[in-house]
DNA sequence: GCACATCGCTGACTAAGGTCAGAGATCGTG
DNA sequence: CACGATCTCTGACCTTAGTCAGCGATGTGC
């Protein structure tokens, strides 16, 4: 397996220089850890848990940190208004100039990376490292099961509504698909999937019980700026998968005509053209796959 | 300044994730440190003094570390034959068997990391991975001034002397020139240095004096496999700048009509054609610069 | 053969980074 | 309003990774 020989060998390459980027954190009087726990609070107001979660820190460890921080002045931490249970945090003025201060360092870091080499190379490491970062974040793209009433459920419902919009000659109106979604996209006869990388939510996609021997695939989406890397056919796969579990041999979607990429994947994948088979007003094209 | 944008996202993007393979080192029931020193010792056998150079690490801190290995029966530490001062460590058949367990982790890791992908965004990835290997390889290779003598310098010209006679249509008899270089190459009024790139030598190259205004550039010379990236400019820059530092105006070179790259190089660098200089047998082209 | 440098080892010490259990406040559900 | 679940915080504790000074053995230059 010469596979991943490429990957190993520059991951060795790599950390060893560019670790020094993480270095950007040190000389800063004050540890790693809150040093990196700062950078990440940036300029936005963050949940604790949620932010905790992302990074995977125990409970105990980051309460220290937010004492520290608030200490220095650099941070202030509020209940939540929501819910008194959860605590927020944000940079007060004196922790965004130090969270500028560690931007720069690590810009000034990277900059003296890159000084020896001309123009052209690093035009050329751009667009590798740009490809490769792209690839990367496609590969360990999550596929999470949630609840189609949850914000980041709406919120790419809301993108891909907005496109259909743009795109079907006579517009969308999704008055009332969220209700009916909402019921139909959820366990235990149906599922709802949102794609997520780092904090971006990257695509979606939901299947729907039809009949105890079929599934719908329905509300599948990607957004425009990572189409191409595979995530489409990825998801796809994974909604048939669903289906299976669900104990469906058959899955069944439509699509309008203006929706091309869509469709070429779909024969792509296997689906043959079959009659209407629902009275949805968009629709143009119906087709089917035996699981 | 955008120009380090597409790097530092790479980095943050990556870090993330393909930190992941370090934690291979994981769950060996040993910590990191120890996990890491024993990777590194490999299938060879190495002076502890050159291991903790490269590694960085503090002579009592590697030293507990061996005993460690050696009490768990993974590695054997044995004076120096040449130096008692000094230490040798190799793996035993039981300490390579857990480097070979380490490196199978590793893959494993680095295997599923990419299985996502289709084989051409795999191909796709490997690629550009190579390319950015390559580049921040080259932009991070050392520029080490060495004595003449010293085997990295023996070993370089070695591979200079063994091209040439590749090359040269009546080959090259290297007879002699490494007692010349040896005066001619040194401190005060000459120098040698080598490109080094992890525990690698990708090239070399020096200066020695021609009279009080000139200095001569000898040997330069970058491995083949690593030809267009701009090294062999960087290499010429930098000895011409050591030139500079000597107090020299002007530096002349010469060389065979063969080595067709160098010569157009010396002609994009603002080397200008000249008159026979010298009685160098091998010698077709004759080229100065102003500094 | 002497002075001095170098190498490896040991003991003593430290900071960083983190884990764990439990207490107290707050929320959601019936 | 009671109950269990969830979130944060604190105190106690631990390992890891590393630094530093000094010692003894060995080498190098004169």
């Not at 937010?66 to 249970?85: C, I, K, Y």
């Not at 790419?156 to 209700?179: H, I, K, N």
């Amino acid at each position: 397996m010469d596979d991943v020989a490429a990957l190993r060998r520059f991951n060795r390459a790599y950390t060893q220089r560019i670790g020094v980027l993480d270095d950007s954190y040190l000389g800063t009087g004050r540890p790693l850890g809150p040093s990196r726990f700062l950078f990440e609070i940036g300029t936005q107001t963050w949940g604790v848990l949620g932010l905790r979660r992302r990074l995977g820190l125990d409970s105990g460890y980051v309460s220290r940190m937010l004492r520290q921080l608030e200490s220095e002045g650099l941070a202030v931490v509020e209940a939540d208004p929501n819910d008194g249970r959860q605590r927020t945090v944000r940079l007060t003025p004196a922790g965004r100039r130090e969270w500028r201060r560690l931007d720069q360092r690590a810009e000034r870091l990277a900059q003296r990376l890159v000084a020896p080499l001309s123009d052209r190379q690093r035009d050329e490491l751009d667009t590798a490292l740009a490809t490769a970062e792209r690839l990367i974040r496609a590969a360990t793209t999550q596929f999470d099961a949630v609840d189609p009433r949850s914000a980041d459920a709406r919120w790419a419902m809301d993108q891909y509504f907005a496109e259909l919009d743009r795109r079907f000659s006579d517009g969308f109106d999704p008055t009332g698909v969220y209700d009916t979604d909402a019921a139909a996209l959820r366990a235990p006869t149906g599922a709802f999937v949102v794609l997520r990388s780092d904090h971006e939510t990257l695509g979606c996609g939901g299947v729907q019980r039809v009949d105890d021997a079929t599934s719908e695939i329905k509300r599948m989406w990607i957004r425009a700026d990572w189409r191409g890397a595979g995530l489409g056919r990825r998801l796809l796969e994974h909604l048939e998968r669903v289906a299976r579990e669900h104990g469906r041999s058959r899955v069944v979607l439509d699509t309008n005509g203006s929706l091309t990429e869509a469709i070429s994947m779909y024969g792509r994948m296997g689906y043959q053209t079959i009659e209407r088979y629902n009275d949805n007003p968009y629709a143009q094209h119906w087709f089917a796959k035996d699981l």
